[in-house]
């Protein structure tokens, strides 16, 4: 034996007892309490390293008492890293950070805690390319994280996954690996006045739910691969008052059987703005190549209700209802009439034989209902549906939309919400097998951490976040009067 | 005479492997190792045993996390079968950490940087190259994927030791081998089949190799680099090897589609594949994803049909 081996076997076994050393819950903390004591405790003199510019935002002033902060769980006062609060927290606990530089990825795994930022732009989760998610909440419900930024991690800004009860509010997500704001297999939620910039997938995603019984309100996303993806998830997700732009592409809900709750369906998108969707420059996963040029684009979703949205300027469609081609599936194409499963129930389904299964499915946008949007400034066509097979029989329809062009020609006609549609179904299709040789020509991605960015924006923060009571995410989420909404804006430039 | 490292290793290691089920400091003594075994060939892998079945169907059902890497680079070594021994053996891909070669130990493989999504993700994968007329392909990427082995209780998994090393599929197979240990596939598509299919142009071909999910508490290797280890059945871990510790299927993407004939591993044909796993994961790390998303049964990520060429 060399000696360089049983050095590396002492090493071995070192290593082996220190993972050893803690308890169920105490390791949680280990590798980023560690990494972050020194940084923390100066945290407000540590510049995030990255090549963003830093915010301006003038410092907060955090000497107000109050009946909510002294109860608080404060950092760094109280505990040293968010981490340390988070794990010393106690359900229902509010926890107050103070502005500064965090290198932490922390996880969270005690229900109905509200994690606080003091201010929204200067207290920075930073992950600095080598930490992989700002927040990840495994599995702990009712968890609220408001006002604070997350940029350069490997993977997320913030994610739940697994929970019941969820809110992520006035959140700024930069610069990271896979997804900003990041919701999985969870449901009951609301993220509302946040941020997701510069990820190669979704700026805002919520997959695999259904019912998700969730509210997307006054979010902004922009230079991501996609704006808002939602594989396979649905009923009562509403998408409202946000700002989908300058993405490879805007909103893009798709279904797929790689992962549960097929198909994508009963997602609410209305009074959005989505504009400028073309941008070639941006990390981006294959799907968002394959999407670029394009507003709202349902990828074989069904049952959507698209409405009252302000639609302009995309290189393809303004509102696209596409098929999505799903090569090597994992199960068969679910019949309509499962549609409503909970998703919960699909879970105890037994495993698909793979001798059943097809080569491909063929996920048709189905029902969807295109209704009273604004659409300029499409170089294909404001609004279209497409599909492999034949598009006459789809259910899609279309009604009372301001929109220059469509694909079929008169396609309102066509396919009216109310009544029988009348025309021909073939004049002026478009050609979606030439989008997949767009893709092969297109601008390739760019690394996360490379894509060259606007500055992280300075955004509005949270009222009184000092004064403001522990808010865990329960009874969520909200009423959303839709009937009120009307079509947003686009801004004056 | 090779290192005899694990049998140091277990002693130290023993203390925490005694907090859960495995047996404690049994087999500790060196003087009673039969040191003319240590240089024995790879043993049959029908000494672990096969799994019970092998993953197939939508991930999002149960727990798992899933680690990303790069390709990083392409040696003739294994660390683990010719330790010290540079260029001994058939061309492997490694993936993970960027400092792997055959004189690679926990120690210098600590502080090496990983071509892996998750940072402290350090550890090192690899596995035999595939040619195409005869030509080195350089795979796309690896994914691996911690998970429960098949119906075993998520809450009793434990970490893999630091330096565990292990092998899984057969390298010198003349025959298929069982698809739940080595299998082909396109994209992340169900098939599962035990040599290459021909596959499209954007669901193209990865090869999965799932390793065995209980240990024997002891050794993070033994002569032949099988017999610590076996797969569990029926939801269980046998007695010999009590420690259910993470499923890891490991799969290597290629940027292959179309007709495989063309197609040969460097360890010979299209029957041996396998693949190795050498735990150098920053521990504390390692010890959280187990319990953070196999203990409380999350799932804290999935490969997405969406991303894969």
Redesign the interface.
Known sequence: MTTRRWVGVLMAAALGLAACGGGDDSTSSASTAAATTATTAASTTAAPTTDAPTTTAAPPTTEAATPAGSGAIRVPEDQPTIQAAVDAAAEGDLILIAPGTYHEAVNVTTNNLTIRGLDRNEVVLDGQFEMETGSRDRGASGVAVENMTAMNYSKNGFFWTGVDGYRGSYLTAYRTGDYGIYVFDSINGLLEHSYGGGSPDAGIYIGECYPCNAVVDDVTSEHNGLGYSGTNSGGNLVIVNSVFRNNRAGMVPNSGSYELCYPERDTTIIGNAVYSNNETDTPAIDVAILAMGNGILVAGGVQNRIERNRVDDHNKTGIGLVPFLEEDPNDVEPSPDSWTRPCAETKNDPVPDPDTVPDAILWDAKQNSVVANVVTGSRVADIAVASLGDVAVLGNCFADNEAASSAPLDLEALAPCDGTGTGDWTAGLIDIGQWLVDAENAPPSVPYDKAVLPPVPVLDGMPDPETAPANPAVNMPPAVDLDAIGVPELPAS | ??????V??L???A??AS?GPGPGSAATDMSTMDMSTMDMPVQEPSVMGVPDRGF??????SAQFVVECTFSHALPDDPIVY??EPGQSHLHVFFGNADTDA?S????L?GAATTC????DRASYWAPALLQNRRMVEPIKSTAYYRPGPDVDPTTIE?F???LMMIAGDAHATESQPTSVVAW????????DSTPPS??V??TLRMLVTFPDCWDGEH?DLPGHRAHMHYSSGGACPASHPVPVPQLTFSVQYPVSGDPSDLELTSGGLLTGHADFFNSW???????EV???L???????????????
């Open positions: 005479m090779r290192r005899w490292s694990s140091l290793a002693v130290l290691i203390g925490c907090a197939v169907g939508p991930q999002g059902r330790p010290n004189d130990t926990v120690e210098s600590a999504d998750q940072p402290l970490p030791p630091a330096g596939t396109c994209g992340t598509g169900a098939e599962r596959c499209g954007d669901r993070v920053d521990q504390a790390a390692l010890t959280q319990q953070l998303c203990h409380r049964n999350v799932v804290c990520g999935i490969t997405s049909g969406r991303k894969t060429g």
